[in-house]
């Protein structure tokens, strides 16, 4: 039993990586969007799913790592796919951001 609620744990855990929250970011209202994008998937590959990024942004502490913008919303009410990349593999995109992630709002 405690074997099945440890592994229980375990595959919740991994199966939120994609949905965490990108840098500087409250907690947003999913649209949907970041769905269109799978783990593993190269910023070419995001660039065609979604269209061109509207940011880029280092991190400063992992110069490995990147958060980069997808635009979905309108011109009047802009909305944001969050998506950081590892090495140029995404690790975790979330959408219904109002803003373009950015690593200098993080703590």
């Known amino acids: 039993m405690l074997r099945l609620v440890l592994s229980s744990v375990a595959m919740l855990s991994l199966a939120g990586c994609m949905q965490g929250a990108a840098p500087g970011a409250d907690a ?9 994008l799978s783990k593993g998937v190269s910023p070419s590959e995001a660039a065609v799913a979604l269209g061109p990024d509207a940011g880029f942004e280092r991190n400063p502490a992992n110069w490995d790592e990147a958060c980069v913008s997808y635009n979905y919303g309108t011109t009047e009410a802009p909305k944001y796919v969050h998506a950081v990349f590892v090495n140029d593999a995404l690790t975790r995109a979330t959408d219904g951001h ?7 709002t993080s703590t």
Do not use: H, M, N
């Open 28 to 36: 947003p209202k999913s649209d949907g969007v970041a769905r269109k």
């Open 98 to 104: 109002f803003e373009i992630c950015s690593y200098s």
